[in-house]
C-alpha cells in the first residue's frame, strides 16, 4: 500500500501556496471572484473606465450593472492584457462565480482565468470495471502535443465546464469527444462529489474545482480516442495506478488528487484514521 508521505506530497504540490495575502481581491458586483497578481493590477490601472482601485483591491466600475455588462468588460480587458502578453486566449468562456456553487457574475475566456485568479470548474469521471482480480481503471495517456501534462497519464474523461453547462452536461459531451462513449453510457456515471486546490502558476493563481464521477464500464465496452487530445486509452489494475500516483511522476498533477479520492472511496489505502481524515480535509481547499 502506497505510504501517506507518498500520496500527501501530491496535495502539497496542488495547494502550494500558503496565503494569498500578496494578492489584491478582484471584485465584481460587491463580491470577491478573484485574486490579482502585482503585474495584472498595473495593468489594468490603464483601463480606468472599466476597472476601479480601493483600499479593499480591484473592481468592475459600478456602471457595469448585469451578466451581459461585465461579460463584454472582461471581454475588452482580456482582449487587451492577451495583445501585451499577459496570457493567451483560448477561445472558450468559462463562468464567473464567487462561490463554486454561486450565480453567475459574468463570463470570461480560460486562457484569462488564473491570471484573475478565478475560480475554474471542471468534471473528471473514473471509468472502472470489476474483475474478478479486483478493480480496473479506463486510463488515456495524454497527447504529447498537450500544452499541459504532455504524455501524462490521465482520466477516461476530464475537461472544463465551458458557460452555460452543468457539469453532467461537460461530462456527456466531453464523453463522446474524448472516449467516443455514447449519451447512454456516460449519463450512467454516478456524481462522487468533488475535489479542489489553489496552485499558483507562473500564469496566476489556479482556484480548481474538479467535480468527480465514477462511470462503471462493461466488461465489453472500450473507450477510443476521438479527438487529438488522447493517444489512447489502457485499462489498468487500480493498485496499479496507485502505485504510479505514489512512486512516479507519471500521472497528470491534479489526477494524482482525483484518483486519490477514488481510492479512499472505495477502500483501497490502508491508512490510519488520521492519516486519511487529513487526505480528505486536503482534497477539497476551495471554498
Request: charge should be negative.
Amino acid at each position: 500500500m502506497p505510504p501517506f508521505a507518498a500520496l500527501w506530497r501530491h496535495v502539497e504540490a496542488c495547494n502550494n501556496i500558503a496565503s494569498p495575502a500578496h494578492l489584491l481581491p478582484f471584485r465584481i458586483a460587491g463580491r470577491q471572484v478573484g485574486w490579482l497578481g502585482p503585474d495584472l493590477a498595473r495593468a489594468l490601472a490603464f483601463f480606468p473606465r472599466d476597472v476601479h482601485f480601493d483600499r479593499d483591491g480591484v473592481t468592475l466600475a459600478g456602471r457595469l450593472r448585469g451578466e451581459a455588462a461585465c461579460t463584454a468588460a472582461l471581454e475588452r480587458l482580456a482582449t487587451a492584457l492577451a495583445g501585451r502578453g499577459h496570457f493567451v486566449l483560448r477561445g472558450e468562456a468559462f463562468d464567473v462565480r464567487e462561490a463554486p456553487d454561486g450565480p453567475v457574475l459574468a463570463r470570461l475566456d480560460r486562457g484569462a482565468l488564473p491570471a484573475f485568479g478565478v475560480i475554474s470548474q471542471g468534471v473528471h469521471v473514473n471509468g472502472f470495471v470489476r474483475r474478478p482480480d479486483g478493480l480496473h481503471l479506463w486510463c488515456g495517456t495524454r497527447s504529447r502535443r498537450k500544452p499541459v501534462a504532455p504524455g501524462k497519464l490521465d482520466h477516461l474523461v476530464a475537461g472544463g465546464i465551458p458557460a452555460g453547462l452543468s457539469p453532467v452536461q461537460c461530462l456527456v459531451k466531453e464523453a463522446e469527444e474524448e472516449a467516443s462513449l455514447p449519451p447512454e453510457i456516460a449519463a450512467r456515471a454516478v456524481p462522487a462529489g468533488r475535489v479542489s486546490y489553489v496552485m499558483a502558476t507562473e500564469e496566476g493563481l489556479r482556484r480548481d474545482v474538479l467535480h468527480c464521477f465514477d462511470l462503471e464500464l462493461p466488461a465489453d465496452v472500450t473507450p477510443c480516442p476521438n479527438d487529438d487530445e488522447v493517444e489512447r486509452f489502457d485499462l489498468l489494475p487500480a493498485r496499479e495506478v496507485l502505485a504510479r500516483v505514489a512512486g512516479t511522476e507519471e500521472v497528470k498533477f491534479n489526477v494524482n488528487l482525483v484518483l486519490i479520492d477514488f481510492a479512499l472511496r472505495h477502500g483501497l489505502l490502508s491508512l490510519a484514521p488520521e492519516e486519511e481524515a487529513r487526505l480528505r480535509a486536503g482534497l477539497d481547499q476551495v471554498g
